[in-house]
């Protein structure tokens, strides 16, 4: 049985994640607004952001009200306590009094473990500074199976891989499900020794190059990242890695006619437009999987049973 919270892919075994998948891949009509199926009525869900956020809290926030639920948010910083100095523990304490279940993001790694241990309801972990991100590695691999039926595939991941919890959270997940992952990055901004570390000694098929153009070929799944300015203690750092990799049309020649391009968005211009009206393009698909994924997460730790 899962955990009621999730804090990383590691609170979920492959069989529950086949099975969230199953179930959020029925609850696409009512996703879409087709149907409507009140299975969350009189819960509450605390979107707790303590960083920005557009996709991730939309999302959450359209997944419980597609299911009868409610929302109350956080809000602006600055007009919250935690501009009075209120800690995260003690803001927590009081959403565990108002919700049944909260999703929280936060710019400190640790910090959804923290609320967590803080909290009787169940906590989501919408992102924890460069850590993890699970519920976005949900979406990620429903897309994934929705546009290959399969895991075990080729995937290149692109970008910022050092500060980017996406790409932490999905490439554990992936190297469970048997996936060859390739690792494309400046240096700089390579995979963290100890993720490639764990997942070379999980057995799973991992490599490491700068070069893109030269990885698309065999790709099933390229999936690029933004370089994150807002993770850089030092702009000149940032400014020498900035835009290092961009993708657009004409670099997709040779690329296999399935091989799908994901991206978490937002982009800046590692993705160029004139790739949003190829068949390869599935980040806005992508993104509208957020909502159905969650859907199927909320009534799993919520304990309200989906018939698939």
């Not at 959020?24 to 956020?53: C, D, I, T």
């Not at 241990?117 to 906590?123: L, N, Q, W």
């Not at 929705?146 to 910022?160: E, I, K, S």
């Not at 020498?240 to 296999?256: C, E, F, H, M, T």
């Amino acid at each position: 049985m899962m955990s009621s919270d999730l804090i990383t892919m590691d609170d979920l075994t492959n069989d529950e994640i086949l099975e969230l998948l199953e179930q959020a891949s029925s609850l696409l009509p009512v996703a879409r607004g087709e149907s409507y199926l009140p299975l969350l009525q009189g819960k509450v869900l605390g979107n707790m952001f303590f960083e920005p956020s557009t996709r991730t809290r939309m999302s959450f926030e359209t997944a419980m009200k597609r299911l009868g639920g409610g929302v109350v948010n956080l809000g602006a910083l600055a007009s919250s306590s935690v501009a009075k100095g209120e800690t995260l523990y003690d803001t927590m304490r009081m959403v565990d009094g108002y919700c049944d279940v909260a999703a929280l993001r936060h710019p400190r790694q640790g910090a959804a473990q923290y609320a967590a241990d803080a909290c009787e309801i169940p906590i989501l972990n919408a992102g924890d500074g460069a850590g993890q991100h699970p519920t976005q590695t949900l979406l990620d691999l429903f897309t994934i199976m929705q546009a290959h039926g399969r895991f075990d595939l080729n995937v290149v991941m692109v970008g910022d891989l050092r500060y980017g919890r996406t790409v932490h959270s999905l490439s554990h997940a992936l190297a469970r499900f048997g996936a060859t992952l390739t690792f494309v990055a400046p240096p700089a901004l390579g995979m963290p020794g100890d993720i490639v570390k764990h997942l070379k000694a999980d057995g799973a098929d991992v490599s490491e190059s700068k070069d893109l153009s030269g990885n698309l070929a065999a790709a099933d799944v390229i999936y690029m990242t933004r370089i994150q300015k807002e993770r850089f203690p030092d702009e000149d750092e940032y400014r020498k890695v900035a835009g290092i990799y961009k993708l657009s049309r004409a670099d997709l020649n040779d690329a296999k006619e399935s091989m799908i391009i994901m991206h978490p968005l937002p982009r800046v211009d590692e993705i160029n437009p004139d790739v949003d009206g190829t068949p390869h393009a599935h980040y806005f698909e992508q993104a509208f999987n957020g909502v159905v994924t969650r859907m199927a997460l909320l009534c799993r730790v919520l304990g309200v049973e989906v018939k698939t």
